[in-house]
């Protein structure tokens, strides 16, 4: 049964109490290693708002017609397919409007198809029922979370370039603690408002 | 009835994912169709010797070679080998990171690109070496395969009809095997020329077999003669100077390719008969070596002309009386006591990177000036 909750409070939520990233811990492996550099950070977060609000939509739809044919069971490699192509398409069409941003995203953008946040969110979207714009808001506002904990991350990891860290922390070990206390701090949020 | 749904439904699901597939597939080539669309661009080539009229959208090194102007490429634009570097003077955007693997500062800052991961959006003014005007792509037809050794053919190609190519000995040229198996693209490997550049109307290769090698295993397992063929060529700048010094030439296996051309260009013009030649050959055993005769008559005909063939592991059915040992170890022997190094020598090396390391750093102990060895590295 399709959720009560309005697209509204369901974008904030997305965002804040249920972000994708430190409630959730997907799309770890790019949010790690891309947040060393901030200007990376932005274009990455960029595209995957674009990405997840475009296939959560395309992927609600294509749900109906795998939930008519009776076929749910298919849709993680139909979720698949259709973020590999949706990728495919943006990165043509990026290529073509914005040379910088092309340049920016690099090789980041085709690895966005393995990017688990955005198949998770899919999934996130069937097992919640929600409706199309449900769906649409979920996505939009996840990709926005997602950027806006790499664009801290990021920051904060600027900072930690100049302090004093343990010689067997540099690196990962330092980036995976400051993401644990970022998680901690958004846990803050929860009691505001709930995802479901 | 239950079982009949089932098969109903066995049928449905591929169905569905191949339509959603056919679908986004349709969807991609439209946007690509739409978005790769740049319209009629013109490519300047050196400063107005050569214009091109082209449509854009397709990487430049597949644009130059629809219009005739051949990059040599080992890889075929996949962007693995970075051999297809142009200098593009135009201001097309920063290098990609599929370039940069492969450039070295000095060349980045001075606009050199992979021609096979740019891409041709804007009208481009590029620079390339005259010599490449004079590459073509000829379909030849095998005349002739000889197995010289157990893992070596010579393959004799003969071009089309009324076509000639020019070329100097030492260069090389591409030869494409065709998809086969598992091999879904067409293939081009480079392969010094073997002939004489007189005989302008064939071209002739030693293939020696690779393991696992797309097109060595092609040619020594389904080329057939009277077969049709693609070549690209010529291209390199390996080749003998003129500067009538000792000639030190070390080659091992089908490194034999470009010598066998430069001793038969040596014959017809005479400069064997002038020029100071010492020709090493390694082998491991009697089984790999070939065109002895033929070396072995140069070396009695020409007073000047010597030839030293080694093996490494001679097998005592081979009754082998000549040198034996590391083709490293006989030529510094040879260094030693028998090549006049008062005169000025020049070192020429063909084979694999193992071999030619060896052999310059046995050329250096002997005090042979780096810039005066010429080499052709086998990739």
């Known amino acids: 049964m399709t959720p009560v909750i309005s697209p509204f409070s369901l974008f904030f939520a997305s965002i804040f109490t249920g972000n994708i990233l430190l409630a959730n811990f997907l799309g770890m492996c790019s949010f790690i290693s891309i947040s060393k550099d901030l200007r990376s950070s932005n274009g990455l977060g960029f595209a995957v708002t674009v990405v997840l609000t475009v296939t959560t939509g395309v992927n609600w739809a294509v749900l109906q017609l795998l939930t008519a044919l009776g076929l749910v069971y298919l849709r993680y490699i139909v979720f698949i397919i259709v973020i590999a192509a949706v990728v495919q398409m943006l990165e043509m069409i990026i290529d073509r409007v914005s040379q910088s941003l092309y340049m920016s995203l690099g090789i980041f953008l085709p690895l966005i198809t393995v990017n688990c946040a955005i198949l998770g969110v899919s999934l996130f979207m069937e097992i919640r029922d929600y409706s199309f714009w449900q769906s649409v808001v979920f996505g939009f506002g996840s990709g926005l979370g997602w950027w806006l904990s790499i664009m801290a991350l990021s920051a904060i990891r600027k900072k930690l370039d100049k302090a004093p860290v343990p010689a067997g922390l540099k690196g990962p070990g330092i980036t995976v603690i400051t993401i644990g206390f970022m998680a901690m701090a958004f846990i803050g949020f929860s009691g505001m408002l709930q995802v479901q | ?379």
Not at chain 2, 57 to 63: K, M, V
Not at chain 2, 97 to 124: G, H, W, Y
Not at chain 2, 221 to 243: A, C, H, M, S, Y
Request: some cysteine; aromatic content about 10%; glycine content about 10%.
């Open chain 2, 1 to 379: 009835m239950e079982t009949s749904g089932a098969i109903i439904q066995a049928f449905i699901a591929p169905l569905v994912i191949g339509g959603i597939s056919a679908v986004l597939g349709a969807l991609i080539s439209i946007t690509d169709k739409i978005v790769n669309n740049y319209g009629d661009l013109v490519i300047d080539i050196n400063s107005g010797k050569r214009e091109l009229e082209i449509k854009g959208g397709a990487a430049l090194l597949l644009t130059l070679a629809e219009n005739g102007i051949f990059i040599p490429s080992a890889c075929g634009g996949r962007g693995s080998c970075g051999a297809c570097k142009v200098k593009v003077v135009s201001d097309i955007g920063p290098h990609l990171p599929t370039e940069t693997p492969f450039l070295a500062k000095e060349e980045m800052a001075d606009n050199i690109r992979l021609s096979c991961q740019v891409k041709v959006k804007e009208n481009f003014q590029i620079e390339i070496p005259d010599s490449l005007f004079n590459v073509k792509q000829y379909e030849g037809t095998i005349e002739r395969i000889v197995n010289l050794t157990h893992d070596i053919k010579e393959v004799y190609v003969k071009l089309p009809e009324g076509e000639e190519i020019d070329f100097v000995c030492g260069q090389y040229g591409q030869f494409e095997a065709p998809p086969y198996n598992k091999i879904k693209t067409p293939t081009q490997r480079a392969y010094s020329m073997s002939s004489a550049p007189s005989d302008k109307n064939h071209l002739e290769f030693l293939i020696r077999l690779v393991p696992g090698g797309i097109v060595t295993t092609y040619v020594h397992e389904r080329l057939t003669e009277g077969q049709k063929i693609n070549v690209v060529g010529p291209f390199g700048d390996f080749n003998v100077k003129d500067t009538g010094a000792t000639m030190i030439g070390v080659a091992g296996g089908s490194g034999m390719a470009p010598f066998k051309s430069i001793f038969n260009h040596m014959t017809d013009t005479g400069e064997i008969q002038t020029r100071e030649i010492w020709y090493f050959f390694g082998a491991r055993t009697k089984d790999d070596l070939f065109y002895l005769d033929w070396l072995n008559e140069l070396d009695a005909k020409y007073e000047k002309f010597h030839f030293v063939a080694a093996l490494s592991e001679p097998q005592p059915e081979d009754d082998w009386e000549g040198e034996t040992g590391l083709i490293t170890e006989v030529l510094a022997r040879y260094l030693a006591e028998r090549v006049d190094r008062t005169q000025p020598v020049e070192g020429y090396l063909c084979g694999s990177p193992g071999m030619l390391d060896a052999c310059m750093a046995v050329m250096r102990q002997f005090d042979m000036r780096e810039d005066k060895i010429y080499f052709d590295k086998f990739a």
